[in-house]
């Protein structure tokens, strides 16, 4: 008889439960009372990787806005390039601290990109519009 064997990594799901509760300024006292559950519950969860119930599961991931596909369907993630996804361990495995050191190159990044890009488009439109421009000798 055919058994099926996949079994769901809860503990890098329980890490960005932490992380996002965290993001929020939750404690973990706090999101135990919102879904009735005890401090050591939630604790027993984020570090222990201690399977909630379905319904708790669905509380806990709907209130931290947490979506589980890349959890439930790691190898289905729409063509995300295996570097995005080994950053996207990395991310996982750090702390607070360090997560603002990397929010802040990448924002560094965004903002270089939008300059650089915003520099090259008054100089497209003047090398545009003299090659537009009729030659002032008549030459064709």
Not at 110 to 139: C, I, Q
Request: hydrophobic share 35%; glycine share 6%.
């Amino acid at each position: 008889m055919y058994q099926y064997e996949e079994n769901l990594d809860f503990h890098a799901l329980d890490r960005e439960i932490k992380c996002k509760r965290e993001e929020k300024g939750w404690t973990q006292e706090y999101l135990a009372q919102l879904v009735d559950r005890t401090p050591r519950s939630i604790m027993y969860m984020e570090n222990r990787g201690q399977h909630p119930s379905l319904n708790i599961f669905f509380k806990i991931v709907t209130l931290l806005d947490i979506s589980v596909d890349k959890f439930f369907y790691p190898d289905k993630q729409d063509g995300e390039s295996e570097r995005r996804k080994r950053i996207d361990r990395m991310l996982n495995g750090m702390d607070e601290k360090e997560l603002i050191i990397i929010e802040g190159a990448a924002e560094g990044i965004r903002k270089a990109r939008e300059t650089e890009g915003a520099l090259r488009r008054p100089l497209a439109r003047v090398f545009h519009s003299r090659a537009a421009a009729p030659d002032p000798n008549g030459a064709q």
